[in-house]
Every structure is written in structure tokens, then in C-alpha cells.
């Protein structure tokens, strides 16, 4: 059985029993590590691979001592310009044994989750409660603004009627006037005829 945990950046494949030098921790030597992140895990023949981590799988592992690396220099030069530069580099490790990799079974974390899932029920109770609050609060706001709409568009109907009304006696008196000036535009034409024909006569 092997895990890939990622740690610092870096991805190592792991088995019980394993010393890895990884990027150096804020732990010091005997304390105890869970690595969280898992990519991949092998249980019996079966490749579990995360989308992006496993679920229920962790590596434990105690740290054995914090160390440096090899050193590195870094050596520049530009020819020419009468430039050189050397430095050196010794990076910070942690060395850690691996323990044990645990898949499906409740770790340190779902523990923590199961004791802390009491409060949180009640946590839901008083949510609830408060949820119920303000859908009271809600539909009471409803109803009154329903309220002021229909006395709205009541108020509007009354208005619109009025104007209706004005609008028809208005038409009405139009209708009056035209029919008089029409009878008088009539009138005035025979009586031109009549002048025309006494003037021929």
C-alpha cells in the first residue's frame, strides 16, 4: 500500500516505513505530522486516484530532525564588463518517517467533525427559527404591498373613467357644432344657385 501526498509544493510517493527529506515544516523532532492532501492512494491492488484529493485517506508520520541540504553555488559572470558574482545556497529540510496511511477510516479531522456536529445542530434549530421569522415578515410585507397595489389601480380605474367621461362629452359638443356648421355650409350653396340663375334670367 502507497499514498502521493503533496507537500510544499512537491508531490512524494510514500509507503509505512519511508524517510523523506521534504521542504522544511515548523515542527520540531518527536512531534507527529498528518498529511492531508492525497492524490493517489493503492489499497489492495486498486489505484484510488482524487478529484482533486482522495476522501477519507491521510499519512502519518513523525518528524525525525530538521536539516540542510546540499549547498549549490551560484556562480555569474559577464565577460567583458569585469563582473563575477558567487553565492552559495543550502536549502532548509525536514526529514520525516512515515508511519501509517490510513483510507477509510475516521481520522483526526472527521473526529474533530462528528464532535463539532452537535453545536451546529442546534446552530440549524435557532436558524431555522429565524428563517420562519422573517418569512413571517416577508408575506406580512407581501400582503401590505398587495394591498397598496389594488387601491392603486382602483384609484386609477376611477381616474381613467373620469377622463373617459370627459373625453365623451367633449366628442359629443364636437359633434353638436359640426352638424351646425354643417347645416349653414349647406344652406349657402342653394342660396348662391338662386342668386345665379335671377342674375341669367
Known amino acids: 500500500m502507497f499514498a502521493v501526498i503533496k507537500t510544499g509544493g512537491k508531490q512524494y510517493r510514500t509507503q509505512e516505513g519511508d524517510v523523506l527529506q521534504i521542504e522544511k515544516l515548523d515542527k520540531e523532532k518527536g512531534q507527529k505530522i ?27 508520520a513523525v518528524v525525525l530532525e530538521n536539516i540542510k541540504g546540499k549547498k549549490i553555488v551560484v556562480f555569474k559572470k559577464k565577460r567583458r564588463k569585469r563582473y563575477k ?14 508511519e501509517e496511511i490510513v483510507y477509510g477510516k475516521p481520522g483526526v479531522k472527521s473526529v474533530q467533525k462528528m464532535k463539532e456536529g452537535a453545536p451546529k445542530a442546534k446552530e440549524t434549530e435557532k436558524e ?10 416577508k408575506t406580512a410585507k407581501g400582503a401590505v404591498s398587495e394591498k397598496k397595489k389594488t387601491e392603486g389601480k382602483a384609484e386609477k380605474k376611477v381616474v381613467t373613467q373620469k377622463k373617459k367621461t370627459k373625453m365623451e362629452s367633449k366628442t359629443k359638443s364636437e359633434k353638436k357644432t359640426q352638424s351646425k356648421t354643417g347645416k349653414k355650409s349647406q344652406s349657402l350653396p342653394a342660396a348662391e344657385k338662386k342668386s345665379a340663375s335671377a342674375k341669367k334670367e
Open 128 to 137: 431555522a427559527a429565524s428563517k420562519k421569522q422573517i418569512a413571517v415578515k
Open 85 to 98: 558574482k558567487k553565492t552559495g545556497h543550502r536549502q532548509q529540510l525536514t526529514k520525516v518517517k512515515i
Open 34 to 60: 498528518i498529511f492531508d492532501e492525497i492524490l493517489l492512494i493503492e489499497d489492495n491492488g486498486k489505484a484510488v486516484i482524487g478529484t482533486p484529493l482522495v476522501k477519507d485517506a491521510s499519512v502519518k
